[in-house]
Each structure stands twice: as C-alpha cells, then as structure tokens.
C-alpha cells in the first residue's frame, strides 16, 4: 500500500472518530457500578491533568464490561495476565479471582506474546510515534502531547524484558470503540477508566503474561 493511500485511510479513521465519539461518550449520568468502575465520575477524577469522559458501557459486550471472574489458574496474586484471542486483560487477586478488562490488542502482523514486567508507569504520557509509524503515515508529528486525544490515554504501562524496553505498553486510548478489536501496532488497549483502575492497583515490577 502507498504512503498516500495510508494517509488517506489515518485522516478518514480521524474523521470516524470526531462523527462516532459523541456516540460513545456519556456526558455524565451515573451506571450501575461493576469492578473497575468509579461511582462518581465527577469527584473520583476530579484531580485529573485532563478529562476523562465515562463511556457508555452497554455499548460493548458483557464480556469486555469490567467484572469480578474466576482468575485464569497457575499465576500468583497480582500479576497481569492478557488474553489477547479473547481480548481480555485479568488481573490475578487472591481467593482464586481476577478484575477481568476488555482489551484491544495487536493487528495481524504486529501481536507480540511473552513475559514481561512492567517497567516504567506513567500518567497522561506524551506518544513518540515509531520511525515504522512516521514511514507509514508522513504527517504524524514526532511528539503527540498529553490530553485526551493522545492514542495512550490516560495512563502508560511500559513492558520491559531483561531491563530492556520491549516497546509495547498498557495504556488507555483515545478510540474506545476499537475495544474488542484487533487495531493497535501491538500495545494493549483499555478504556481510560479501566486503565486508571489497573494502575493504582499495580506497581513497577509486576509480572505480565502476555499469551
């Protein structure tokens, strides 16, 4: 595929985004409160750098909605555990259970599989995009600022192996329709509500087991 037809496809996906985002987003009604999930948007976020806009949850399958399961077995207590043909991030608890998240994960061609650690976390990151990313769409700028329409979101779990960055992250997202879906250029995808929720529960460090 050319440089001018992928361009072309990144502006209409944007273009899809600004049509659909109303859509997904609820201004502020209160939802029935299921594991992930903050009861008052307004107060729990209220120390936030940016808005985080809570998405109407019917929108998606009850099995990507945030919920209290029985844990995947054979891992310890507090490791992240993503299954990406299901598209569900587990995160193991004690008791034989798991917060369990939907997930996007990696487009053909781009999955990654294996053990990791997440090695750096941080809120409202800024996007480097990578050099393949630059020769595939030209106008991407090298730095996307923070805010609610960086492709990370809210919050940036870094995956490192062997002290080595691996260039794959957790993080929220900007395009919470592609939850469910195989879109990214490997990184795991959450909803920025699920994200915030998963990262005041880890630390760095935390073992994750991407299968």
């Given at each position: ?12 996906t ?11 987003w ?49 891992y ?17 608890e ?41 020769s595939q ?26 002290g ?48």
């Amino acid at each position: 595929m050319s440089s001018g037809s992928t361009a072309r496809r990144f502006w209409r996906t944007r273009f899809f985004v600004t049509v659909w985002m109303t859509a997904l987003w609820l201004p502020a009604p209160d939802q029935a409160v299921v594991a992930g999930e903050r009861q008052d948007s307004a107060q729990a976020y209220a120390t936030e750098a940016y808005a985080i806009r809570r998405v109407d949850r019917s929108k998606f399958q009850l099995r990507y909605r945030p919920a209290i399961v029985p844990a995947p077995v054979g891992y310890r207590a507090g490791t992240i555990v993503i299954d990406t043909v299901a598209k569900q991030l587990f995160l193991i608890e004690k008791g034989g259970q798991a917060r369990r998240y939907g997930i996007a994960v990696g487009a053909a061609g781009h999955a990654w599989s294996g053990v990791a650690s997440v090695g750096r976390m941080a809120k409202w990151p800024a996007w480097y995009p990578t050099d393949e990313m630059h020769s595939q769409v030209s106008q991407l700028r090298r730095r996307i600022e923070p805010g609610p329409a960086n492709p990370l979101g809210a919050r940036a779990l870094y995956l490192f192996k062997n002290g080595t960055d691996t260039l794959y992250r957790i993080h929220g997202t900007s395009e919470p329709w592609t939850i469910g879906k195989e879109v990214s250029s490997g990184c795991i995808r959450m909803l920025n509500e699920d994200v915030v929720d998963v990262y005041d529960r880890v630390s760095v460090g935390t073992v994750v087991v991407v299968r």
